[in-house]
C-alpha cells in the first residue's frame, strides 16, 4: 500500500512544509474549479499551521473570498469555549485573514449533539461540489491522530465507524464521557487529497503499524482512511516515524 509518507525534521518543520502545501493546494483549486474547499482539523501541529497560514506573504498570496473552511469533528462545547476546535482555529487564523463569515462552515456544538451532527450534515450535502448522493468532495481534507489510532472524532469501538449513510454524526465517546460530533468514512474517502499530520513519538506505534500493515493496525480507525479517487499523504515528524522499519 503506497502511503507516500512525507517526514521532517520536527514538528516546526511540519507546520512549515505543511503550511506551504496547503497554500499550493488552494491556489490550484480555485485555479481550477473557482474555490478551495477544506476540512481543517484540530490539535496543536494543526495550530500552528493555520498561524504560519496567517503570517506575512502566505495569506497575501491568497483570495479568501474562494477559500471554503470546514471541520472534521468538534467538541461538543460551545464556539467560545477553550475546548472547541472552532475556537482555536478562530484565533490561530480567522482572525488575522479576511475570509467571509458565510464562507466559514463551523459544526454547532452549543447545539445537542444530535441537533448539531443533523445541521452539519445538511450544510455539507448543500455546501460541498460534486456531490454524489450526501457527500460532496473537499479539495484538501485535514486530518490528525491520537495515540489510540482515532482519527476526526472516529474512535475504536463507537458505532460512527461504521456509518455510510450521512455525512457527518454525533458520538458518545466513553473514555473521554464526552459528545462529539465527527465526518463519516464515505465523505472521507471522497476527498481529493488527505493530509495525516502527526507528529511526536508517541504516535510511533500506531503509524508504523498502519503504513507497515502490520495485523494489529486493524484495531485503528485511521487504518480505515483510503480515499477511492484521491491521494492519502502521511505528512510526519522524526519522531513519529521513528518506529519505521525503513525510517531515514
Known amino acids: 500500500m503506497d502511503h507516500r509518507p512525507h517526514i521532517t525534521e520536527d514538528a516546526e518543520s511540519l507546520a512549515q512544509e505543511a503550511a506551504r502545501h496547503w497554500i499550493r493546494r488552494a491556489l490550484e483549486a480555485i485555479q481550477a474549479r473557482g474555490a478551495f474547499h477544506v476540512s481543517l482539523s ?29 471541520f472534521g469533528d468538534e467538541r ?19 482572525a488575522k485573514v479576511p475570509i467571509p463569515s458565510h464562507n466559514v462552515h463551523r459544526i454547532h456544538g452549543e447545539l445537542t449533539p444530535e441537533d448539531a451532527a443533523s445541521r452539519y450534515a445538511r450544510d455539507l ?19 490528525g ?5 482515532h482519527t476526526a472524532s472516529l474512535f475504536p469501538g463507537t458505532p460512527a465507524l461504521e456509518e455510510r449513510e450521512r455525512p457527518a454524526v454525533a458520538v458518545y465517546v466513553e ?52 480515499p477511492t479517487d484521491g491521494e492519502l499523504i502521511w505528512w510526519l515528524d522524526r519522531a513519529a516515524a521513528s518506529q519505521l522499519d525503513a525510517a531515514p
Open 42 to 70: 484540530g490539535g496543536s501541529t494543526p495550530k500552528r499551521l493555520y498561524q504560519i497560514l496567517a503570517e506575512g506573504e502566505l495569506a497575501k498570496s491568497l483570495d479568501w473570498n474562494r477559500v471554503h473552511l470546514w
Open 76 to 94: 461538543c462545547v460551545p464556539p467560545d469555549h477553550d475546548d472547541s476546535n472552532y475556537h482555536m482555529v478562530h484565533d490561530a487564523l480567522l
Open 125 to 143: 450535502v448543500r455546501g460541498l461540489p460534486e456531490r454524489q448522493g450526501a457527500f460532496g468532495r473537499f479539495d484538501l481534507l485535514m486530518l
Open 145 to 149: 491522530m491520537g495515540a489510540d489510532g
Open 175 to 226: 473514555k473521554l464521557e464526552s459528545w462529539r460530533v465527527t465526518i463519516t468514512y464515505p465523505l472521507i474517502e471522497r476527498a481529493r487529497e488527505i493530509m495525516l499530520l502527526v507528529a511526536g513519538a508517541a504516535k510511533a506505534p500506531v503509524v508504523a503499524a498502519v503504513l507497515e500493515e502490520r495485523p494489529e493496525a486493524q484495531d485503528y480507525p485511521v487504518a480505515r482512511v483510503r
